[in-house]
Structures are given as C-alpha cells and as structure tokens.
C-alpha cells in the first residue's frame, strides 16, 4: 500500500524526502557500524573482518616472498627474520601462503553467501507460494534434500568438476541455501499471510514485488544470522574438504591449503600446523559473532538511533500512513 | 504490548509509549547477563576432563612399557606396516603387501631373495643351469614338511609352478618361457624353457617360485598353509595378521621369536604414535620427516633408511603429437629439476638416480652425470623451441594424491624460470589409472615404480610413455637371452644409458625405505622390506 501511496505523493513533499533520502544510507551505515563496535564482541568482529579484507588486498600486489619460491634445503624450518612463520614442506614460506590464501577464502566465502542466498531465498519464495501445490511440494523437497551431507554432495561434484573452487562453492552454496530456507520459512509465511500483503496484492502488486518490499525485509535478521553462520562455515568447509583433496586444487593458496599440507607432520612440527588453524578459528567466530552483532544493530526494535532515522524519514515522507517501525524500518531503505 | 511480535499488533500504540518500552528492552538484552555458574561449571568440567585424559594416557604408557618390561627377550614383537592386503590369496589377488608378509615367513619359493636382490637357497639347496640356458636342475632339501605335516618333495614344486601356468595365477606371465616343469625324483625338479630367459631364477624367488601343498584344501583367502617359519594364527582384513612359529618348521631360519603380530597403521601420525606408545616396536615405512622425533631421541629409537628398488618416475608422454615429442623440452626438463634439493627436502634420504636401474636390479650404472642440474643449458634448450619465463610453455602434471602434494609445488617451482608454466593435477590413484596408464591422456605424470627387474616397461611401446626405441628393444632382447649375468648386465646398461640419453622421463630419485625400531630390536631387515621381509631372525630385548 505504501508503495503506491509514493508513487502518487506530491511534488512538494518531495523535495524534502530526496534530499533526506540520498544522506541516509550513508548515515545508516555509521550507525550499524557504531553500534557493532560499541559491543565488546562488535570490536573483535570488525577487527579480524577488517584486517582479513585488507590482507586479501595487500596480496594481490605483495607478499614477504614469492609463493614460488622454494627451498628444499630449509624445509619445516623456525620463523625467523626471512620467514615469519617458518617454511612449509617445499620450502616454500608459510606467511606468504597464508596471506594469499585469505583471498581465496574470501572469494569462496563471497561466492558461497551469495548463492546460498539466492537459492535460499528462491526456496522461501516457492515455499510461501500462494499455489498450495508448489508450497507443499517445496516444503517436503526441501526437508528431503536437507538430509543430504554437504560433503557427500561435494564429493559427488569433485567426480566431474575434480578438485576446485566450484565445489565447494556449489556444495556449500547448496546445503546453505536449504538450511537458510528452513529457518526462514516460519517468519516469511507470517509475513506473506498478513494483511498489509493482502493489501499489497489487493492493490496489484506482483509476486516478486511481495518478496522483495514484505517477505525480504521480513526475514532480514534471520537471512543475517544465516548468511553469516554460512560464511563461518564455508571457511571450514575449504579446510576439509582441501583436506580431502577435492577442495582447493593444488597451487591454489588457500588456509586449507596450508593446513592440509601441515598437519600430516603434526607430531613434529606442530607450530606450522597452529598458524592456519589459528586463523580459521578467529575467522569462523568472527564470521559467527558478526551475524549475531549485525542482527542486533540494523534491528530498530533494539537500537534506538536507527529508528531515529526512521522517525525522520517517516516525517519527511509525510504521508499520513501509520506504520510501524518494524515494518516499516527496511522498505525505507532505498 | 510491546513484548508481542507481531509486527502489526502495534498499529495502534502512541509512538511515546513504543519507544520508552523499546529502548528498554534495547538496555537490557537478554544476553548481557553473563552466567558465571555456568561458565564456572563448564570450566570444571574441562579441567577435570583435562586431568582424567591425561592421568589415562600416562597410565597407558606406563603399561605399554611393563609388558616389555621382562628381563628377557619378549615372547610378542608388533610390527607397524603401512599397506594392508585384504585377503591373504597369493594366488590370485595382486599387491605387494601380500608378498611382504607371506613369502619367506609362511610360504617359501623353490629359491629366495636376500637383502641386496640376489637368489639365495630356499626349498631347493642348490640348482644348475645348463649351457643353451634352456634347462635348470634344481636339488630339493630332504625332510621337508607343511606346516599341516604333509611332506613336501618335488611332486609339490612341480605341481605349484605347473598350476600357476595352467590356471594363469597372478604373475603366471613371467614364466612366459617355461615349456614345462616335471619332477624327476622325490628331490630333484627340472624345468625347461622355450627361449633362455636370463631372469628365471630371480623370478622363481616371487609368487612364481611358490610351493604349496598339493593334497592341502583350504580356503586361500583367510589361511595359508606354507612351509615358512611362521604361520597365519590370526587374519583380520585391513586390520592386522597373527604369525606363529611353525612348529613344524624344518629348514635353518627357525623363528627367534614365537608370535608377530603385524598391524597395519595408514595413517602416518597414528602410526607415529604407535611407535611412541609402544603399541608397536617397529615402523617400515616411515618418511625422514616423520621420523624426526626418533631420529633425534638414539637413545630409545634407532631410525635407518635401507636400499630399495622404488623409482619415482616422472614420465613424459613421448607420443607423436605430444607437447613432449621435441626432445629438446624433455631435456630442458631434465637439466631444470634440482634432484639434491628436492632429497634434501624429504630427510635426505633418497638417493639420486640417472637412469631406469635402481642399484639393486641387474644392470646398474650412475647415470646421473648426463643431466646434472643446470638451469642455463635448460634455458637455451627452451628458448631454442621458443619459449621463455614471459612466453611459457603450459604443461599439466598428473599424480596420484598418496605421493602428496609437495612434489608437485617444488617441480612447478623448478620448472617456472625456463618457460614452462607446469599445472599440477593431483588425483585420486584411480583416476590416475584411468586417464594416465590406461588412456595415456597426460603431459607429464609421476609415479613410484617399486618393481624390481622392471626395466622391460621401457622396451613396450605400448606402455603409458609410449617410448619407442628399436636399439633399446634389441638391447634388451639379448640381455633377457644371455646366458651369463655379466653378459645380461652389460646389455641392460648399455640400453639404460640409451634411455636415459633419450630422455623420454625424468627419474627423481630411488626412494629408500625409513625403517624406525625401539631400540632393542634386532634382526628386522632394512633392505628391500616392502617386498621381502623375512622375520624369522627379529627380536626384541627390553
């Protein structure tokens, strides 16, 4: 209903609306940002995911040695002045390694989120379908597949696709998007069935319109907390299935590359092991942290500044629609 | 009211009222409230998880070394391998693992292998070969019997190698030349051939040469029936075998030791651990890096790397219409590979190896100086076909993952500065199979050719390198129908060199087994134990 109430709002409201509009996202954005680092947990989140994104950068352009250089003659060896952590067992450095492998970690974890949110949303999308037909029959898909490990499903695609990113990407993106669906499917069928849909409906609105302005927004908390647990698991996805060598393929620099590589020589040299195996950890729980964080500040039922700015949008807008700031808080956003 | 969900239930509220009860609940979240007693509790409980693991392993240690704790010499010594058959049929089923634990200790051939790959007496004391090559006399030794008390005399040997021919049992190809085989007297056996064949004896010392009991039925797939020092008491699939001294035993290499258990530990670190705990006293094979924590500890452990006949080769396909047919890449190849450095990274070990002979298979010769290491000449060579560092040449690398990957870094690395740009595949061992050996669908592969007198791979064009060299097939021919060693030897190094100068693959090096024992343990063989591990003489004194 909102949306064709904009649609047909006078020129003179507007104006002030556009301008309040093209400061907001901005200002949105320091928000949540500041609400994430005013938490304990926000500041060690940021940290790790910050300092990873500027690591992924820096290596594109340089790491302390090339990744193909190796020495046979200083395998395993100590960190020292010319390599950080020590040698791998090519004699190859392992700081280096590590360095270049966090973009291949972040590209996995980019690529992952983003399909296991777009089949998780399709999913959520066929699941409140107003066909009854296409709902149930999506319902019991979904809880059939969901049974499938995501490793048997990976090691299914490394018969064709052998060992790449692909694999896990379409492994992980595939299982993710099934939970991510499960999960959401009680908040988005509340909000498919609810009246202010109806209206929407009611007034022409189509089904992607429905899923994009009502059910979206809706599940956004939930979607966060997903997204981000499937990125925290994706990383450890990488490591194990490198591990069992369908992952990354070699010559690849990835963490699990690093620590698939290690850890047959745990008993001897187990600092080489500890170094990627420490990275993981702070990754994936910050990766986890994050989600919960991320929920909490762009939900304006718990922070009073966002809903601030809603305030101040709602007033600007002026249209004489009474809605809440649940609701109302994520159509706002464009 | 501002507790509900819903998110239209609140239509109705004044904006005063939802914000004070929000910013409420925003002030208190649920979640701050940290539950000490909780953490308190889960603290507890690690530690104390911490402390019983701990005092269990300690208490499990102390065990491991109270039984070996005799003053005498153990009555049980546990041997660590690494490939474990999965049955015991010798007959039928292929794999060196089954070689390594039943010949010599429960089955005995007509004639042995020692620990530098030469023929040594078994059942038959002593043989003679006559002039043309085309007959051996073997003389039997007297009062022989099964481990089930049956006598064994010639009727035994002959009906054996007569079965393996007719029924075509695995390996029945290498006696190819064999036009029979009759028991002439109860201790003298004669087999004659159709064409010499220089290689008889020594292939009489595997499967081919086995004897068995004729009137014995039993399932050869869970027990044997030999007349070795041992027999099989226990066979668990995967898992471990159960020697017993055979009491029956009749021959000089009685058993030092009553019972041997053999375990079969895949994975590297459990076996490491194995070690450590004294759930085992030896480990073979172990790799030098692995074995570190023994190497470095004399007092308790000795660690030793023995010769072997294991070459790791990295073959090129020589097809017509391969990247690899210009011989110019194949040498580049060849000068650009760093064979010390890549020996030094795997414990030093290895040892380096020129040619298609390892030291211990007839035909030797150090070849190593016809390649050495030199990254120049391996430039010139590239830049002759037209490739360089900015320019590469792309070539794949395909390999089985149960080498690692580390091969596989090092080569690219090696190969990166004289234009080739190497991708490494590493597959599964059966893809390699598939696409490598079966196919031929490759640039460049590596594999570990463990075979001892394998040499003839180089001579069949149809073999996965599809190297075709007439002079060498030749070569080969009059070696194989020589009727002297030195004769066979000089024609096999000759072809060696011809091959090698050919460069149709690169032989990294010939890997030597690591062989980690408590110290205290005596008699286990160093040499060649992946194929013939005898274990009559191994002891074990605490």
């Known amino acids: 209903m909102s949306n064709t109430m904009r649609k047909v709002r006078s020129p003179g409201a507007g104006e002030t609306a556009a301008h309040t509009v093209a400061h907001k996202p901005l200002r949105r954005f320091s928000i949540v940002l500041q609400s994430i680092w005013r938490r304990g947990e926000g500041k060690f989140t940021l940290i790790v995911l910050t300092l990873w994104l500027a690591v992924a950068l820096v290596s594109l352009v340089w790491t302390p040695q090339s990744l193909w250089t190796t020495d046979g003659y200083h395998v395993w060896a100590k960190p020292s002045a010319s390599h950080w952590l020590g040698t791998d067992g090519t004699g190859a450095d392992v700081f280096s390694w590590l360095m270049a492998g966090s973009r291949t970690n972040l590209l996995i974890v980019v690529l992952t989120v983003v399909l296991s949110a777009v089949w998780g949303l399709a999913l959520v999308a066929a699941m409140v379908a107003r066909t009854p037909a296409l709902a149930g029959t999506s319902v019991v898909v979904v809880d059939a597949l969901i049974s499938i490990p995501t490793v048997l499903i990976a090691l299914i695609l490394a018969v064709p696709l052998g060992a790449s990113i692909a694999v896990i990407v379409v492994a992980c993106g595939f299982g993710y998007g099934l939970n991510l669906a499960r999960v959401a499917r009680p908040a988005a069928l509340l909000a498919a069935r609810s009246a202010y849909v109806e209206s929407a409906r009611a007034n022409g609105a189509s089904g992607w319109r429905v899923l994009v302005s009502h059910i979206i927004p809706n599940i956004l908390p939930v979607l966060a907390v997903q997204l981000s647990l499937s990125a925290g698991t994706a990383v450890l996805a990488e490591s194990g299935l490198t591990y069992l060598g369908i992952g990354v393929p070699s010559g690849v620099p990835s963490w699990g590359h690093s620590l698939a590589t290690s850890v047959k020589l745990i008993n001897v040299f187990p600092l080489t092991v500890l170094w990627p195996g420490l990275i993981v950890t702070m990754v994936v729980v910050a990766l986890n942290v994050f989600g919960d964080v991320l929920r909490d500040a762009v939900d304006p039922v718990a922070s009073p500044a966002l809903r601030q700015t809603v305030a101040v949008a709602s007033d600007a807008r002026n249209t004489g629609v009474t809605e809440t700031a649940e609701a109302d808080g994520e159509e706002d956003e464009r | ?542």
């Open chain 2, 1 to 542: 009211m501002s507790q509900d969900n819903g998110a239209h239930a609140e239509s109705g509220a004044t904006g005063a009222t939802t914000d004070a009860s929000l910013a409420s609940r925003a002030k208190n979240p649920k979640k701050n409230g940290p539950k000490w007693w909780l953490i308190s509790l889960i603290a507890v409980i690690v530690a104390v998880a911490v402390v019983i693991g701990v005092t269990l392993a300690y208490a499990k240690k102390d065990n491991g070394t109270a039984s070996g704790n005799g003053a005498a010499q153990a009555s049980t010594v546990t041997i660590g391998l690494k490939l474990a058959p999965t049955n015991l049929d010798i007959r039928n089923t292929a794999g060196s693992a089954l070689d390594q634990i039943l010949i010599g200790n429960v089955y005995e051939g007509i004639v042995a292998r020692d620990s530098k790959n030469q023929v040594t007496p078994a059942i038959a004391s002593s043989w003679e070969e006559s002039k043309d090559g085309l007959t051996y006399t073997f003389h039997l030794n007297k009062n022989m019997v099964f481990s089930n008390g049956d006598t064994l005399d010639a009727e035994d040997v002959a009906w054996s190698i007569n079965e393996l021919i007719a029924k075509q049992y695995h390996d029945a190809d290498a006696l190819e030349a064999v036009s029979k085989v009759e028991a002439k007297d109860a201790d003298t056996v004669v087999i004659t051939l159709k064409t010499p064949n220089s290689n008889l004896l020594w292939t009489l010392t595997g499967r081919a040469g086995l004897v068995f009991d004729k009137d014995a039925k039993y399932d050869l797939k869970t027990q044997a029936v030999g007349s070795g020092p041992y027999t099989v008491a226990k066979f668990v699939e995967n898992d471990s075998i159960t020697l017993k001294a055979n009491e029956k035993y009749w021959g000089k290499n009685k058993a030092k030791t009553p019972t041997i258990v053999v375990k079969y530990l895949a994975d590297d670190n459990a076996a490491v651990n194995a070690l450590k705990s004294g759930d085992v006293q030896v480990l073979a094979p172990i790799t030098e890096n692995l074995a570190e924590p023994f190497t470095s500890d004399p007092s308790k452990y000795v660690v030793k790397a023995g010769d072997g006949t294991d070459k790791y080769v990295l073959g090129f396909n020589n097809a017509s219409g391969s990247k690899l047919a210009d011989k110019r890449i194949r040498q580049a190849i060849r000068y650009a590979i760093n064979h010390d450095e890549l020996i030094a990274s795997r414990g030093g070990a290895d040892k380096a190896l020129g040619g298609p002979i390892p030291s211990l298979d007839p035909g030797y010769e150090d070849l190593t100086d016809l390649y050495p290491y030199d990254q120049d000449k391996a430039k010139s060579l590239m830049a002759a076909v037209g490739y360089s560092e900015d320019k590469p040449l792309e070539l794949t690398l395909t390999y089985a993952n149960i080498y690692g990957t580390e091969l596989g870094d090092q080569l690219r690395s090696q190969l990166k500065p004289i234009g080739i740009d190497l991708k490494v595949n590493v597959v599964e061992f059966s893809t390699w199979l598939q696409d490598v050996y079966t196919n031929h669908d490759f640039d460049i592969s590596l594999v570990d050719h463990n075979e001892s007198h394998d040499f003839y791979t180089w001579t069949d064009p149809t073999y996965y390198f599809g190297y075709d060299n007439k002079d060498v097939q030749k070569l080969y021919a009059e070696g194989i129908a020589a009727t002297t060693d030195k004769e066979r030897d000089a024609k096999f190094a000759e072809a060696a060199k011809l091959i090698s100068e050919d460069a149709p693959a690169d032989w990294l090096f010939n890997y030597r087994i690591t062989t980690a024992t408590a110290k205290g343990v005596e008699g286990f063989p160093f040499d060649l134990n992946q194929t013939v591990l005898p274990l009559y003489n191994v002891t074990y004194t605490k």
